[in-house]
DNA sequence: CACCGTCAAGTCGCA
DNA sequence: TGCGACTTGACGGTG
C-alpha cells in the first residue's frame, strides 16, 4: 500500500520541467531542456527516496514534444545512460512510477492522424519507462476519448485501436474512468475485453457516476479482478473537490479525516493511491503520516517545523494549539495536528497575524541584515498594513533575504510556498 | 524585473 | 461553423 502524488513537488529544489515554444525547439534547445528536466527527475526521486514516498508519476514534460517531429532528437538513446541511473535509484528503492499522457492524446478519435499521434504519444510514454528499466507494473494511464455521438462504436474504435499498439505500450497500459463520457462500467467493460487494468477515480466518479446505488468499494473491488500479477499492486486515483469550483477541480490540499474515511473501506487490500491534489507532495506525506497509526512523533515534529510560519501567519491561537500538542508528547497525535492545522491554514488572510509571522521571519536575519535592507523590509510590512501592496511582495522579500544570508530552516519550510 | 498574454493539444457545448 | 472552456505552469515578450 503506497501513497503517492503527481509529477512535481513543492518545495525541492531544482526540481521544475522546463519546455519552450515549438518556434524555439532547437536541437541544442531541446538537449538543454531535457538534460534540464532528467536532473530535475533525479532531484524528485532523491526527495522521494529521503520522504519514503513509493508512488509518484513522472511527467509527461520530461522530455518536451517527446512524441513529436518537432523534436527529432533520439534522446533515448542519447540519454540511455541517464535514464539506467535514475533507474538504478527508483527500482533500488522499490519506488513505483507511472506516467498519465494528457487529455490531447486520444487514442479512439474518428480523425486516423489523431489516432497515429495518440499511438507515438504511447510510445513516448513507453520508452521513458523502458529506460528507466522499470517494470510492467510500472504503467500508463489513459482515458478512453471522445464519444462522437455513439459510444459503443467509439468504445470499439478504442478496443480496435489499442491492439494496433506495440507489444510493450500494451503491457504498461491502463485505464481510467473520466468525468465526463466515460463511467467507471463502462471502462471496466472495455478493460475487461481486453484484459487492461482499470484505475478507479473516486472524484470523476461522484461526478459520472454509472450507478447512483453502487459504492466506492464495489467499483475498487471490480477494478481489482482486472490487475494480476504481473501489473503489480492494483491503483487508483484519489482525490477531493474543490469547494467553489468547477465540478472535478483538485481540492488544494487533502482533507484528512475525509481521506481517512475513504481509506478506511480499503481494509488491508494492497492498494496504492495516487494522489491528485495542488500541494501535491505536501498530502502525500500528510496521508501517510496519518495513515500509519503509530508513526514517530519526530516526523510530526518535521512536519511542524515546515508549516508553523504558515500557521502563524494565519492564528496564533491554533499555533499554540499545535505547540501543546506536540510537547505532551504522548501518543501519536498526527490526525489532531493536521485537522488544526488544515483548518488554520483554512482562515481568510489577517493583516495582524501575517505582520506577526513575518516578524518571526525576519527575526532570522535582522542582525545580519544591512540597514537598507531592513529598510526594505519595515517599508514593505508598511505599505501592506496600510492595504498599499498585498502580503506577497513582502514574502518575496523575507525569502530574497533567507536565501542570501542562509537560513536553511526558513528555506526548507512552506511559509515561501503557501499562499 | 514584474506583469500578463500566449502556448500546445482534442473534444464538446454553445452561440 | 467557429469559438471558449477545459488544464497548467511556464515561456517569452513588453513596459
Not at 207 to 216: D, R, V
Not at 293 to 301: D, I, P, V
Amino acid at each position: 500500500m503506497s501513497i503517492g502524488y503527481a509529477c512535481l513537488a513543492l518545495g525541492v529544489k531544482d526540481s521544475s520541467m522546463k519546455t519552450c515554444m515549438k518556434k524555439n525547439a532547437s536541437e541544442s534547445r531541446l538537449k538543454e531542456l531535457i538534460e534540464n528536466n532528467l536532473d530535475s527527475l533525479e532531484n524528485l526521486i532523491d526527495y522521494n527516496i529521503k520522504s519514503g514516498i513509493k508512488l509518484f508519476r513522472i511527467s509527461s514534460d520530461l522530455i518536451p514534444f517527446g512524441s513529436s517531429p518537432v523534436n527529432g532528437l533520439q534522446w533515448w538513446k542519447i540519454y540511455a545512460e541517464r535514464f539506467s541511473l535514475i533507474g538504478n535509484k527508483i527500482r533500488e528503492n522499490n519506488i513505483r512510477v507511472s506516467m498519465h499522457p494528457g487529455q490531447y492524446t486520444v487514442l479512439n478519435s474518428q480523425d486516423e492522424e489523431v489516432v497515429e499521434r495518440a499511438v507515438e504519444d504511447l510510445i513516448y510514454h513507453c520508452r521513458v519507462l523502458e529506460g528507466l528499466g522499470t517494470g510492467n507494473e510500472s504503467k500508463i494511464i489513459l482515458h478512453i476519448g471522445g464519444v462522437y455521438n455513439d459510444k459503443k462504436k467509439s468504445a470499439n474504435r478504442f478496443s480496435e485501436n489499442c491492439r494496433r499498439l506495440p507489444d510493450n505500450v500494451r503491457q504498461r497500459l491502463v485505464i481510467e474512468n473520466d468525468d465526463r463520457s466515460y463511467n467507471i462500467s463502462d471502462v471496466l467493460e472495455i478493460g475487461k475485453r481486453l484484459g487492461i487494468p482499470v484505475v478507479f477515480d473516486n472524484l470523476h466518479n461522484s461526478i459520472n457516476p454509472s450507478s447512483a446505488e453502487k459504492t466506492e468499494e464495489f467499483w475498487i473491488n471490480e477494478c481489482r479482478a482486472t490487475w494480476s500479477e504481473k501489473d503489480g499492486n492494483q491503483k487508483i486515483h484519489y482525490s477531493q473537490q474543490a469547494i467553489d469550483k468547477r465540478a472535478g477541480a483538485h481540492s488544494e490540499s487533502i482533507d484528512v479525516k475525509c481521506f481517512l474515511d475513504f481509506y478506511s473501506v480499503l481494509g488491508k487490500k494492497d492498494i496504492d493511491i495516487m494522489l491528485e491534489v495542488k500541494d501535491k507532495n505536501l498530502s502525500a506525506v500528510k496521508c501517510m503520516n496519518c495513515v500509519n497509526g503509530s508513526g514517530k512523533m519526530k516526523s510530526l515534529e518535521i512536519e511542524w517545523s515546515k508549516y508553523k510560519y504558515s500557521v502563524l501567519e494565519k492564528s496564533l491561537a491554533a499555533y499554540n494549539e499545535i505547540r501543546e500538542l506536540l510537547k505532551e508528547k504522548r501518543g501519536y497525535p498526527a490526525v489532531s495536528f493536521y485537522s488544526i492545522l488544515e483548518n488554520a491554514l483554512g482562515y481568510a488572510e489577517n493583516a495582524g497575524n501575517a505582520v506577526n509571522a513575518a516578524m518571526h521571519v525576519f527575526g532570522y536575519f535582522k542582525r545580519d541584515a544591512s540597514e537598507k535592507e531592513k529598510e526594505r523590509v519595515l517599508n514593505r510590512i508598511d505599505k501592506y498594513k496600510k492595504g498599499e501592496d498585498g502580503l506577497q511582495p513582502l514574502k518575496k522579500e523575507l525569502q530574497r533575504l533567507s536565501l542570501k544570508y542562509e537560513k536553511e530552516y526558513l528555506l526548507e519550510s512552506y511559509y515561501f510556498l503557501l499562499k
